[in-house]
């Protein structure tokens, strides 16, 4: 069975600080994808990154970087110098046979 | 503008009422999906539509009812609800659904309040 576990329920920062999202799975699909999602308050899931299990070269796109290391099972998040407009939930996801999403990140910072 | 429309975004309907959730998809998508995100709660995959068949429903209560007129269009049909059926729906698209690296893109939800 498939399992993504986001062990931080929620986490406040003050805003420039560095922050990290943890996201850890489980599977026994051989090929698989990652994603992380970014839900604002007005409700929509964003998109953000999709990683697939036979690539863990690490990504960085402006202040969002991603860790995906094969030997823990784990998908980090960072947010380096964040913003008032990172204050979001995070979804970290894993689709193999089918799509399983973590309980999600609630990511709040203040001013 | 986003690629998936859900409309309405807010709805307060009585146990007795029958109402309806519209999604449309301007993506060129063939499989769309509805996910129902409740307080405290992961999400949900509800129902799976590929190419306007249904091919997953995750024993969802009869009372919640879907249709797939075509590969960009998909509603919910809502009748006789509880109050815990309030929370938020989401619409969601795909390329193909079998296939593990389609990235699945969301609407912006539709906020229900069942009274």
């Known amino acids: 069975a498939q399992k993504v576990t986001q062990a931080q329920t929620e986490i406040s920062v003050v805003e420039k600080e560095d922050v990290t999202l943890d996201c850890v799975y489980e599977?026994?699909?051989?090929?698989?994808?990652l994603f992380w999602y970014k839900q604002p308050p007005s409700g929509e899931l964003v998109f953000l990154i999709r990683?697939?299990?036979?690539?863990?070269q690490n990504e960085i796109s402006g202040r969002y970087s991603w860790n995906f290391q094969k030997s823990t099972s784990s998908f980090n998040f960072t947010i380096t110098a964040s913003q008032v407009v990172d204050s979001a939930v995070y979804f970290c996801?894993?689709?193999?046979?089918?799509?399983?999403f973590g309980a999600g990140t609630r990511l709040t910072v203040k001013p | 503008e986003t690629g998936v429309t859900q409309t309405p975004r807010h709805l307060v309907m009585g146990m007795t009422n029958k109402k309806s959730l519209k999604c449309e998809q301007h993506?060129?998508?063939?499989?769309m999906y509805w996910y129902k995100q409740s307080a405290k709660k992961p999400l949900e995959l509800m129902f799976v539509?590929?190419?306007?068949?249904?091919?997953e429903n995750n024993s969802v209560p009869s009372r919640f009812s879907p249709e797939c007129p075509n590969s960009s269009h998909l509603f919910l049909h809502l009748h006789t609800l509880q109050p815990e059926d309030s929370a938020l729906y989401l619409c969601?698209?795909?390329?193909?659904?079998?296939?593990?690296?389609?990235?699945?893109?969301f609407g912006e939800g539709s906020w229900l309040t069942v009274v």
């Open positions: 969601a698209s795909s390329q193909d659904e079998g296939s593990a690296g389609n990235t699945i893109y």
């Open positions: 599977t026994r699909d051989t090929t698989y994808y």
């Open positions: 990683r697939n299990s036979f690539d863990e």
């Open positions: 993506l060129g998508h063939n499989a």
């Open positions: 539509y590929s190419l306007e068949e249904r091919v």
């Open positions: 996801a894993l689709r193999g046979n089918d799509m399983r």
